[in-house]
């Protein structure tokens, strides 16, 4: 009984949400390396983490699919890759990052600072959208709506919106962590950039993160925990 409930929450979505995913062209994956991770010279660690992002998702909304829950499986693949496409575009500078051998080039750094001037004060999901809305315009909605930390619009999206972001919070850099350790580092990163919310709406944040988590679960022949040995054994 509980397996029919969570699958039917999973079909509920507003009308809005129904017209965006129906008949929503998507950009290929050659064109989104080519016309944003190349054009827009997205440093490699961002690259990383999407394509990560992209195989969380892939497993997830994989084992949903076969478990008979309705998802789109492309939609939910563009969705992680293009995430965070424009993260760089939102961080104060490009620096070296020795761990990942990484040091920002010439062109990284021109890049960033002409994306900065232009989109100045938008979430990197926003500026995505904006870039992907004259030849995909369903699927920018579908981006803008993958939300933030402090506006989390994905809770009351489709399970895709769900899917990818779950998929994003479930990886740090380019690695598979667990979920509370990953919601502990976004609170030490991001809280302090909303300064009219405290720790009681954290909590309450976080207590809406794990009952996605567990409504996720709930379908899976397999435990969050076992998310990175599941994603390896592919």
Not at 17 to 27: A, C, F, G, S, Y
Not at 29 to 35: G, K, L, N, T
């Amino acid at each position: 009984a509980k397996k029919l409930f969570l699958k039917r929450n999973f079909e509920v979505m507003s009308v809005i949400e129904k017209n965006i995913i129906k008949d929503m062209k998507l950009p290929s994956h050659e064109y989104i390396r080519a016309e944003l991770f190349d054009k827009y010279a997205v440093p490699s660690t961002i690259r990383r983490h999407c394509e990560k992002v992209r195989d969380v998702g892939e497993v997830l909304a994989n084992g949903l699919h076969n478990a008979g829950v309705p998802i789109d499986l492309d939609l939910v693949d563009r969705g992680c890759l293009v995430h965070d496409v424009m993260k760089a575009a939102t961080l104060p500078s490009l620096v070296v990052n020795p761990e990942f051998s990484y040091v920002p080039s010439s062109r990284e750094i021109k890049v960033q600072t002409m994306l900065k001037g232009r989109y100045i004060g938008l979430h990197e999901t926003l500026i995505a959208a904006e870039l992907l809305r004259p030849l995909f315009p369903k699927f920018s909605d579908f981006v803008a709506n993958i939300g933030s930390t402090g506006n989390p619009t994905y809770l009351d999206g489709g399970i895709e919106l769900k899917v990818v972001h779950y998929a994003d919070w479930r990886v740090q850099f380019d690695r598979i962590v667990p979920f509370r350790d990953r919601l502990q580092y976004l609170k030490d990163t991001y809280l302090h950039r909303h300064p009219d919310k405290g720790d009681a709406w954290w909590e309450a944040a976080v207590k809406k993160e794990l009952e996605l988590e567990q409504e996720i679960f709930s379908h899976l022949p397999f435990k969050p925990d076992d998310l990175t040995e599941v994603i390896e054994r592919r």
